[in-house]
Every structure is written in structure tokens, then in C-alpha cells.
């Protein structure tokens, strides 16, 4: 098995480019390093589990990892609200459009 405090410092790392990728709203990046999270932690719980690993580092990360799982959620959110008042934006202009193009294409007689 590999070194314990290895994975614990490589699942550091994707912590952190899991807080860059939000800070920065790359929601592909996001979902990329989203898809590495579960094989960064089973075998850190398969170390605590075999007794290789003290149980605060574990739970300190997983913790931190929680957090990181809230606030992508809240920005997920957020995004999809500016999203949909965008696309609402984009509705009302094409609506408007369409009714001068009507106006100005059929002139009264």
C-alpha cells in the first residue's frame, strides 16, 4: 500500500486545485478534479481502517473536504441563477425584436 501521509499530501493537493478551479468558476476543471476525489480517499480510509493512519488528520481533511462540497454547491447556484436571468434577458430582447420586426414589416395602410 502507499505511503499514508503521500496520499494525505495528494489529497491536499486536490483540495487545492479543487478551490483554485472554484475560485476561478472553471466548472470543467471543477468536474474533472471532482471525478478524482473518490480514489484520493478510499485508500486514505483503508489506512485508517488498517490502523496506518491517526484518525484527526483524516477527519480534519474530510471536513475541510465537506466545506469545499458546500460552497461548490452555493456557486453552482448562483451560477445557474445568473445563467437563467441571462437567458430570461436574452428572451425579452428577442421577444422585442420580433415585435418591431412585426411593427416595421407591416406598415398601417
Not at 2 to 29: F, K, V
Not at 63 to 85: G, V
Request: charged share 30%; aromatic share 2%.
Amino acid at each position: 500500500m502507499a505511503d499514508p501521509q503521500a496520499q494525505l499530501e495528494h489529497l491536499d493537493r486536490l483540495m487545492a486545485d479543487l478551490g483554485r478551479a472554484l475560485a476561478d468558476r472553471d466548472w470543467d476543471a471543477l468536474a474533472q478534479l471532482n471525478n478524482k476525489v473518490q480514489p484520493a480517499v478510499e485508500p486514505l480510509m483503508a489506512a485508517l481502517e488498517a490502523g496506518e493512519l491517526e484518525p484527526e488528520p483524516v477527519r480534519h481533511r474530510l471536513e475541510q473536504l465537506q466545506q469545499f462540497i458546500d460552497a461548490a454547491d452555493e456557486s453552482a447556484r448562483t451560477a445557474r441563477k445568473e445563467a437563467e436571468a441571462g437567458l430570461k434577458g436574452v428572451n425579452r430582447n428577442r421577444s422585442a425584436a420580433r415585435a418591431y420586426q412585426n411593427i416595421s414589416s407591416n406598415p398601417r395602410k
